[in-house]
């Protein structure tokens, strides 16, 4: 088993940064999500751990041993692509045993870790046939367990299930979790969906541009956003995120927003504490949608807005709201009765609102 260490890890090819000194430890066993929209370095910082690409800078640690100049095959690393890279000509068992005849395991040996697979997979019952005539959901558990079979100390899979379609994803985090439950194996997971790196891993690395934005539990990285971008790209809908300034009324630090409000701070002790920290005035005041409140009353407290859009999803509805030509969405679990046109009052939670600079983007007063 191994933990990871990347230290100031840059990668560049020509002109383009793909990866910008990253430092990351990845624990022992650990289940890490590298998440990020597309071209932020993921998949860079991947084929480097594998030893697919060279890093241009830095260093590679696998349990504080230099791994730099190992190939590929003497990493002890797993890796499955997007892409499911499996013999259609083999059958799903001669392609699960693959990776252990190479090792030259005794026969019964592979045939109990084979069948213990297919298990785990669910693929009992397509072992005899040939892989070509599987599914694609079908393709890649097979791809999943012809590289987990051999017990890599560590496991990297690259977007494995975004060909794959909805329910059948679903299905596959959980099988995933068991999956490293069972072989203790340290799991890096790249993906840009930020549901299934909240659903899966025990530490998000949140990247964008090869530079990492945050690192942490997926409940650090949702409720202690350390920038605006960070904030905009965990939840759906993601944070709502307001221009303001620091202003004092009548005595009382206070955010401004202009035509739609003011919020006084002196209710709040956390959103006053991040505020003094401001060294500008120029802020970034952010609320989930789950967090908000509509009123039709008028409450001092509140933030002008107009209703321009109700949308029932399942259980819950997004209200999208125009505030002084801004969009915010506001999310609520049960129906919703307040027609399109009314206009409203928006209560911030007290306790759960953010603060960033606006120039900067850095989240003010964070622990
Ligand atoms: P995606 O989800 O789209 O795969 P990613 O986050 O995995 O994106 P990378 O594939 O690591 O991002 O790419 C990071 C940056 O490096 C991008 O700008 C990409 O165009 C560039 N890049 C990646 N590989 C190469 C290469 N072999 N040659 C030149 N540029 C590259």
Redesign the pocket.
């Known amino acids: 088993m191994a933990s990871i260490r990347l230290s100031s890890l840059s990668?560049r090819?020509?002109q383009?940064?793909?990866?910008d000194r990253l430092e990351l430890l990845i624990p022992d066993k650990e289940f890490v999500a590298?998440l990020?929209?597309?071209?932020?370095?993921?998949?860079?910082?991947?084929?480097m751990i594998a030893g697919i690409?060279r890093p241009t800078e830095g260093r590679i640690l696998f349990d504080d041993r230099d791994i730099q100049n190992l190939p590929p095959s003497r990493r002890d690393v797993g890796f499955v692509f997007q892409n499911y890279a499996i013999f259609t000509h083999m059958t799903v068992y001669e392609n699960l045993a693959f990776g252990l005849r190479v090792r030259k395991l005794p026969r019964t040996e592979i045939d109990r870790r084979v069948r213990e697979m297919a298990s785990l997979m669910r693929l009992d019952n397509r072992l005899d046939w040939l892989s070509a005539k599987l599914s694609v959901n079908e393709l890649q558990k097979v791809a999943i367990g012809r590289s987990a079979i051999t017990e890599p100390a560590i496991f990297l899979l690259?977007?494995p299930l975004s060909n794959l379609d909805a329910a059948f994803r679903a299905f596959m985090r959980t099988e995933l979790k068991h999956l490293q439950h069972q072989f203790q194996q340290t799991m890096v997971y790249?993906t840009?969906d930020q549901i299934e790196a909240m659903s899966l891993a025990d530490r998000i690395a949140v990247?964008n541009l090869?530079v990492l934005q945050q690192y942490g539990s997926p409940a650090e990285v949702y409720n202690q956003p350390r920038n605006t971008f960070v904030a905009n790209f965990m939840g759906s809908p993601s944070m709502n995120l307001l221009p303001c300034s620091a202003v004092e009324n009548n005595g009382v630090p206070a955010l401004s927003f202009g035509e739609v409000g003011m919020l006084s701070l002196a209710q709040d002790d956390a959103l006053l504490r991040r505020f003094r920290t401001a060294q500008a005035p120029s802020l970034v005041f952010g609320a989930r949608p789950e967090d908000m409140e509509i009123t039709t009353s008028d409450n001092d407290a509140g933030l002008a807005a107009t209703v321009t859009f109700v949308e029932p999803i399942g259980p819950r509805t997004v209200v999208h709201l125009d505030m002084g030509g801004k969009t915010i969405k506001i999310a609520k679990e049960k129906r919703f009765p307040i027609g399109i046109g009314s206009r409203v009052n928006v209560v911030p939670p007290r306790g759960k609102c953010h603060l960033f600079d606006a120039e900067s983007g850095a989240a003010l007063g964070l622990e």
Request: proline share 4%; hydrophobic share 30%; glycine share 18%.
């Open positions: 990668k090819f020509g383009v940064t793909a990866v590298l990020g929209p597309s071209g932020c370095g993921k998949t860079t910082t991947m084929n690409e690259d977007e790249v840009h990247m090869g």
